[in-house]
C-alpha cells in the first residue's frame, strides 16, 4: 500500500515550502513533490522605480540571510552600466558577505539541522563527566567542563520536566533514526545554547559597515561608509569606518574563527560519523552549479564559476548567465502564465511574472502533482536541472585545484573513512557547509588586513560616484547581479529603459534547488534527493525527509501532515 506524505509548510527564506512524498508498500520514497506556498511579487514592485534605489525593495525578499539580495541588486545595476566599484567598497563587500557565510551556517548547523540527528531528550541520561571527557577529546573548547555539561543539563531537565520544551518542543524525540550516545547528544545541545549567544556578537561586521542589521545599508558603485584615518568620535559606533571599528572587526573574525574551529568542525564530524549511511544518499541530480563569488584584486573570483555534470571533477562546464541558451526559467507546474505557452523556457531579462494559480482551493490535503503544483518556478542550465549552494561550490573549488578546499576536505573525510564521492549525499550536503565556513572564516582576515594595508597607503576611495547621474547612463541597459549566497547561486536581473527599471527578474538559490518539475518533467533538486534512497521509518515521523530537505537549509519551524493515498489526513506533527 503507498502512502502520501505531506510535509507542510517547510518554511524558508524565500516563502513556505511545502514536500509531498509517496512511498511503496516498503516505505522507500518513490515519488517527490516541492510545491512553493507563498508567492512573491517583488519584481512587479520594482518595476518603474529608480535603479540606484532597487537594492532597498529587493533585500526585503529575505530576512533571514539578510544582505544578500541587496548585494545582488547593486551588482545587477553596476553590471548594466559598466560602473566600476573602487578596491575598498570590494573588500568590505566581500567582509559583509563571508561573516553572513559564517553566521548563516552555523546558525543552519545547531538551529536548524542538528537536532534532525541530535535527540534532545536523550541528553538527560548523559554523564557529565563522560560527556566533558568526549568533548576535550575533539577539541581544545575551553568551555568543556563537566559542570558546564551539568550545568546545561540542569537547565535541560527543567523544561523537560515542566512539560513546555519551548524551543525543543514536538521533537520526534525517541525515534529509533537517533544514534549518538547520551553524551554526544548533551554536548550538541551545549553547543546549540553557545550558539545562540555567539551569533550576536559575529553580526556587528554587518552593523559597522552597513550601518544595521538586518538589511544593512548599500550604495550602488561603493559603499555607503566613509573612511576616516583616525579613531573618530564615535569609536566603533560612528558613521565612518575608522581604526576602532577595524579593530573590532579583527575581533569578531577572531571571534568567528575560534567558534568554527573549536565547537562547529568537531561537532559536525562527531555527528556525521554515527550517521555514515546518510553519505550513501541524498545526492539526486548529480549535476551542480556556481556563479562565482569573493572577487579579488586580480579580477578573479576565490569561488569559481561553472557547472559539474554527472560528478564529474574532472571537468568544469563554462557558464554564460547571459546567454538565452543557458540560463532559462520554465514553468510547466509553476503556478504562472508566459505569452509563449507554458511549455516555453525564458531567459530572465526576457522574463514574465503573470501570476496564476490553478490549484486547489484552500484547505487542501493534496496537490494535483500531474498539473502546477507551485509558486516556484523551475530554473535551468542548458535545460538541465542544477544543484546550487555549498556542496556545490566545494565541489567546484576541490575540482578547479584549490588546495586549501582540497586540503580540508581530505582531513575531514580521511577522519571518516570515507571517499570524496560520499560529498554526493545529504551529509556530504552539511559537510560541505562545515568546510566551507572554514575556509570563508580564515579567508576574512586576509581582507580585512588588506583593506587595512589600502588606507595606510593613503587609499581612502569608497565609492565611485561617475555614473551616478542618470544623464550619464544609456537609454538602455541590461545586467545581471551574480552572488554566491549562502544557499546558492543567487542572480538577479535588471533591464534600466530611460533611467528607471523595465523589468527585473530574480533567480534565488531556493529556485533552482526547490523548484518544480519542468517541461521535460525533470524533478528539481529537493525533489530528486528525496527519491534517492530515502526509506521511512515510520511515516507518522519522517524524520528521513525533514534530514535531507534540512540539508539544502531551509528555515524556521515547518508543520507536518501525513495522509494516506485517499488524503485522509493520519497526524499532525510540528516540526521545530
Known amino acids: 500500500m503507498n502512502t502520501r506524505v505531506v510535509v507542510d509548510p517547510i518554511t524558508r527564506i524565500e516563502g513556505h515550502l511545502r514536500i509531498e512524498a509517496e512511498t511503496d508498500a516498503q516505505g522507500r520514497i518513490a ?17 518603474g522605480r529608480d535603479p540606484r534605489e532597487a537594492w532597498a525593495f529587493a533585500q526585503r525578499i529575505c530576512g533571514v540571510c539578510t544582505l544578500v539580495h541587496g548585494m545582488a541588486s547593486i551588482r545587477s545595476v553596476e553590471d548594466a552600466l559598466h560602473w566600476q566599484v573602487p578596491a575598498n567598497a570590494q573588500l568590505i563587500r566581500n567582509l559583509m558577505i563571508g561573516a553572513q557565510y559564517v553566521h548563516d551556517h552555523v546558525m543552519h548547523f545547531y538551529h536548524l539541522h542538528a537536532l534532525d540527528w541530535v535527540d534532545v531528550v536523550s541528553a538527560l541520561k548523559a554523564d557529565p563527566k563522560a560527556t566533558s571527557a568526549l568533548a576535550q577529546s575533539i577539541s581544545g573548547y575551553a568551555r568543556s567542563s563537566p559542570g558546564y555539561f551539568s550545568d546545561t543539563q540542569t537547565r535541560l531537565k527543567q523544561f523537560v520536566e515542566s512539560g513546555q520544551l519551548g524551543i525543543f518542543a514536538n521533537g520526534f524525540w525517541g525515534h529509533p533514526a537517533y544514534k549518538l550516545p547520551p553524551e554526544a547528544n548533551l554536548m550538541a545541545v551545549a553547543h546549540y545554547l553557545d550558539a545562540l549567544a555567539w551569533q550576536r556578537e559575529v553580526v556587528k561586521i554587518h552593523a559597522i559597515f552597513g550601518g544595521k542589521n538586518p538589511h544593512p545599508n548599500f550604495l550602488v558603485g561603493g559603499s555607503p561608509s566613509p573612511i576616516s584615518a583616525g579613531p573618530g568620535s564615535g569609536g566603533a559606533a560612528a558613521t565612518t569606518v575608522n ?33 555514515k549511511d546518510w553519505f550513501a544518499r541524498g545526492e539526486g541530480l548529480g549535476h551542480f552549479m556556481t556563479v562565482g563569488d569573493f572577487p579579488g584584486p586580480d579580477g578573479k573570483n576565490l569561488i569559481p564559476a561553472g557547472v559539474i555534470l554527472n560528478r564529474d571533477l574532472s571537468h568544469i562546464e563554462p557558464i554564460d548567465l547571459r546567454d ?3 540560463v532559462q526559467e520554465f514553468v510547466a507546474h509553476s503556478w504562472y502564465d508566459y505569452s509563449g505557452g507554458k511549455e516555453q523556457g525564458l531567459h530572465p531579462h526576457q522574463g514574465e511574472t503573470t501570476l496564476h494559480y490553478t490549484g486547489p482551493k484552500p484547505p487542501y490535503e493534496q496537490l494535483d502533482t500531474a498539473a502546477s503544483y ?7 542550465w542548458k535545460d538541465k536541472p542544477v544543484e546550487v549552494g555549498p556542496l556545490a561550490r566545494v565541489l567546484m573549488l576541490h575540482a578547479s585545484g584549490h588546495e586549501p578546499t582540497r586540503e580540508l576536505a581530505a582531513k575531514a573525510l580521511g577522519q571518516l573513512e570515507l571517499p570524496i564521492t560520499a560529498m554526493f549525499s545529504t551529509l556530504g550536503r552539511t559537510a560541505a557547509r562545515t568546510l566551507e565556513t572554514k575556509l570563508i572564516a580564515d579567508q576574512m582576515m586576509g581582507w580585512l588586513d588588506a583593506l587595512v594595508a589600502n588606507i595606510k597607503a593613503g587609499d581612502a576611495a569608497m565609492h565611485n560616484d561617475t555614473l551616478w547621474d542618470p544623464a550619464r547612463w544609456p537609454a538602455e541597459a541590461k545586467g545581471v547581479g551574480f552572488l554566491e549566497a549562502p544557499r546558492g547561486a543567487l542572480l538577479h536581473y535588471i533591464v ?27 524533478p528539481g533538486a529537493y525533489e530528486a534527493a528525496l527519491m534517492d534512497r530515502h526509506e521511512l521509518h515510520d511515516a507518522k515521523q519522517p524524520l528521513e525527509i525533514q534530514r535531507t530537505v534540512h540539508s539544502f537549509d531551509p528555515c524556521i519551524a515547518c508543520a507536518v501532515h501525513v495522509s494516506d493515498p485517499d488524503g485522509q489526513a493520519l497526524s499532525s506533527i510540528t516540526v521545530r
Not at 256 to 273: C, H, K, N, R
Not at 374 to 380: E, F, T
Request: glycine letters at 6%.
Open 243 to 275: 581604526i576602532v571599528a577595524l579593530e573590532e572587526v579583527r575581533q569578531v573574525i577572531r571571534q568567528m574563527q575560534s567558534f568554527v574551529d573549536q565547537v562547529y568542525v568537531p561537532d559536525t564530524l562527531a555527528i556525521a560519523g554515527f550517521y
Open 324 to 326: 538565452p541558451t543557458q
Open 374 to 380: 507551485s509558486w516556484l518556478k523551475s530554473p535551468r
Open 31 to 47: 515519488q517527490a513533490w516541492s510545491s512553493g506556498t507563498m508567492v512573491r511579487g517583488i519584481e512587479l514592485i520594482l518595476k
Open 496 to 522: 534600466i529603459k530611460n533611467g528607471l527599471i523595465d523589468n527585473y527578474q530574480a533567480v534565488v538559490p531556493s529556485t533552482w534547488n526547490a523548484g518544480p518539475r519542468d517541461a521535460a518533467g525533470q
